[in-house]
């Protein structure tokens, strides 16, 4: 009775908030299947978003750096140059929302990050997945969509160094409150730099559009629209640089400086048009259709090429080129999936069918000699038609007509409370048909056709230890061209090659602590890629499909929580590459580069991000990489010297919606070379940079 009498308090409300661990996130990237990257027997690697936004990722390149052993620059001509594993250019898959425009070095070329709800990869090859290509492996930008589980709306403002800012806005909307069966999503950003090399001014603009119909309770439609339009003038190329005790090194006096033409231009309009239908057939089987469209147009102005002159006062201008690239892109994927059971044992699998249809039209006017000789102080070296021969006229070289019809399977079977087999295969059909706008010869015929027909695979077994840990080993297959890309192939890189195959065995190891606080991945591989193109011993002249490249490595990820309030995360990798038979012709002579490292694929890499929270609003932050030193030619007689760069952030969280970041980048303002052009150039890396942002959420 005497309780009745006893005074009430009322205590603070108290949230408890699962921590989130990356281990528990789902591997769509890695496996059609309804796996977590714990479960999937594969190096997989989610950056989500609220990881991007507490590491202020600008653009699709820089949340790169979370993927273990990933290197990636982007110098224009490359786009987005990722090396991974010991592969590079078409031999890493860049997909938009799970599909391939075919174009992946240029078309995944970085773009503002405001759009995309996270990034995934899958290491090694994955062909049975996305088709050819991947022998490296697979990276995934997956962009925001409506959802009908909540309204909100996200502010990004940023100012900082070089006349960089960034406006953006996003909001999810549901059409008649929590009862609703529509939402809208829209997002829009408009960013904004002169840039840190002279008189490199940059603007762009992305909107994603997106609805999101639920049907029925088992039906689901979401039309989704992006557009992105870009415009860089001036484009920095590069810096010329010389060879010194076998190092590329760069001269004091031309680090910020730019070489192009006063009228140099980059430009690309991007648009992508997206319908997913989902129809949940009944508890254990799902139907899922996407439809889409690609439509791409970029157009490039430059003078692309620059080395010093023999006393370094001065330096030669080449290779003046005027390209346009108009590409466009419709497909249709068809996928099954089913829970069941496989002689009493439990299984999943998931099937397809996936047809599309790749055109590319190249229009090139290349002016491949000298332009001229400018001091190295040169502010406004001339105009892009000032070279003899320039003209604004856009004459088409060749259309690459693709046709890709596949099918695909996977399934995965426990084979008993801990053992588990996953296999996938995939089989396609691909008709490449070009056809030559040029003068027709013997290694550039009027029309040129070439079937193939790869079929790749995947066997892994997983077995799970305890539920927080978990070993696993694989075999997987890819097929790729055996040179270039078959968007963009020619009769002389393709005739008569099938294309190249890769393999790789891998094993490793996850875990993660029961309170979700820790965790970790380590796997080790092998790849050999075989029948890839290589100069003719016998005759420069020609090619051959008979090369061999092989790499093996380590790739560790891990996330520490010791303490409440500091979080540590980062990632070390190791890869040994090797060029195993492969010549190349050098002034008509045929050379071999047997046992030597692939241009600009450093041994190893590292990557550490460290949080603290030291008061109740106030977060610190500092983040470290560092890359050992990268080949600058096949032949290996000249390196880009390894670097390490370090940044920091403070953050002042106003409210729990609200708040302030001032972050710096390079701190130590390091000169280093990202991307070793060749032996006469390089692409230098953004120096000290500073930067102020504002996050609202309502």
Known sequence: MGDANRDVTTLDRIEVAATANPLDSSAATGTRLKLTVQETPASITVIDLSTMDDRGVRNTQ?????????????????????????????????????????????????????????VEAIGGPSSFLYGAGAVGGSINYVSKVARLDRDSTQLLATAGSFGSAVIAAGSNQRIGGDSAHNAIRADAAWSHSDGWADRNRREAATLALSWLDQISDTLSHTLALEYQ????????????????????????????????????????????????????????????????HYDALRDYRNVESYRLTPDRQGVIRSSALLQRH??????????WSHDGTLATLPTQWSAGIDASYNRQTRFPLSLSGVVDTVPIDAVTPG??????????????????????????????????????????????????????????????????????????????????????????????????????????????????????????????????????????????????????????????????????????????????????????????AWVDATLDDFYENVGGVSVSRAGNRPTNTPSWIA????????????????????????????????????????????????????????????????????YAISNDMAYLGEPRSWELELRKEF
Request: contains cysteine; aromatic residues 10%.
């Open 62 to 118: 820089e949340a790169l750096f979370g993927i273990p052993g990933l290197a990636v620059a982007s110098p224009p001509g490359n786009g987005n140059a990722v090396t991974w594993r010991g592969f590079s250019g078409a031999q890493i898959t860049q997909l938009f929302n799970g599909i391939g425009v075919q174009y992946d070095a240029i078309a995944a070329r970085p773009v503002d990050g405001w759009i995309y709800e996270r």
């Open 229 to 292: 339009d870009e415009d860089s003038d001036r484009p920095y190329w590069g810096t010329p640089a010389y060879r010194e005790d076998g190092r590329l090194r760069v001269l004091d006096a031309t680090r910020t400086s730019n070489y192009n033409v006063a009228d140099g231009h980059y430009g690309q309009q991007v648009l992508w048009a997206r319908s997913l239908l989902e129809w949940q057939v009944s508890e254990r089987t799902q139907l899922r259709n996407t439809l889409y």
């Open 326 to 335: 108009d590409q466009q892109l419709f497909g249709d994927r068809i996928e």
């Open 383 to 572: 105009s892009f038609f000032d070279v003899p021969g320039a003209e604004q006229v856009y004459r088409p070289d060749r259309t690459n007509r693709l046709h890709t019809q596949a099918l695909f399977v996977e399934n995965l079977t426990r084979l008993g409370p801990q053992l588990s087999l996953l296999t996938g295969l995939r089989h396609d059909w691909i008709d490449l048909d070009v056809v030559n706008h040029r003068a027709i010869n013997a290694t550039n015929p009027a029309r040129f056709q070439h079937d193939y027909s790869p079929t790749t695979g995947r066997v892994a077994l997983d077995y799970a230890w305890t539920p927080i840990v978990s070993t696993y080993m694989q075999v997987a297959t890819s097929a790729d061209p055996p040179a270039g890309i078959l968007s963009t192939a020619n009769f002389a890189t393709l005739r008569d090659f099938d294309l190249s195959t890769g393999r790789q065995e891998e094993i490793g190891a996850k875990f993660q602590s029961t309170d979700a606080r820790n965790y970790a991945t380590l796997a080790a591989y092998r790849i050999v890629r075989e029948n890839l193109a290589i100069t003719d011993p016998a005759n420069p002249g020609q090619t051959l499909p008979v090369g061999q490249q092989s790499s093996r490595g380590v790739e560790l990820a891990f996330g520490l929580k010791p303490l409440r309030d500091l979080s540590i995360e980062g990632n070390l």
């Open 607 to 674: 990557n550490l991000w460290l949080d603290y929270a030291f008061a109740p609003k106030w977060t610190t932050g500092i983040d470290l990489r560092a890359l050992s030193s990268r080949c600058a030619d096949s032949a290996n007689t000249t390196k880009a010297a390894g670097y390490g760069v370090f940044g920091a952030h403070l953050r002042w969280q106003l409210d729990p919606a609200t708040s302030l970041t001032v972050r710096g980048r390079n701190l130590g303002d390091r000169d280093f070379i990202a």
